[in-house]
């Protein structure tokens, strides 16, 4: 994950259950080259009830059925 602190930039790896407070993002594949770009961000709580967001940057793996809504525009 990509969080921001203090103004700068980090990569962080979480460990452990967090509930999924937020989950949005958005991609577009191009035609030429089947290039995606876009990303995802997603806002969490930890057990402790702390809350962190960002970007996520690696794999983001739920520990039960999650439902995801898509819309085309």
Same mark, same amino acid.
């Given at each position: 994950? &990509?969080?921001m602190?203090?103004?700068?930039?980090? $990569?962080?790896?979480?460990?452990?259950?967090?509930?999924?407070?937020?989950?949005?993002?958005s991609?577009?594949?191009?035609?030429?080259?089947?290039?995606?770009?876009? %990303?995802?961000?997603?806002? &969490?709580?930890?057990?402790?009830?702390? $809350? $962190? %967001?960002? $970007? !996520?940057?690696?794999?983001?793996?739920a520990?039960?059925?999650i439902? !995801?809504? &898509?819309?085309?525009?």
């Amino acid at each position: 994950m &990509l969080l921001m602190f203090k103004r700068r930039w980090c $990569v962080c790896g979480l460990q452990g259950r967090f509930e999924i407070l937020q989950l949005m993002g958005s991609f577009t594949m191009a035609e030429e080259g089947r290039r995606r770009t876009g %990303g995802l961000s997603v806002s &969490l709580a930890g057990p402790d009830g702390r $809350v $962190v %967001g960002g $970007v !996520v940057a690696g794999m983001l793996r739920a520990a039960s059925p999650i439902q !995801v809504k &898509l819309t085309e525009t």
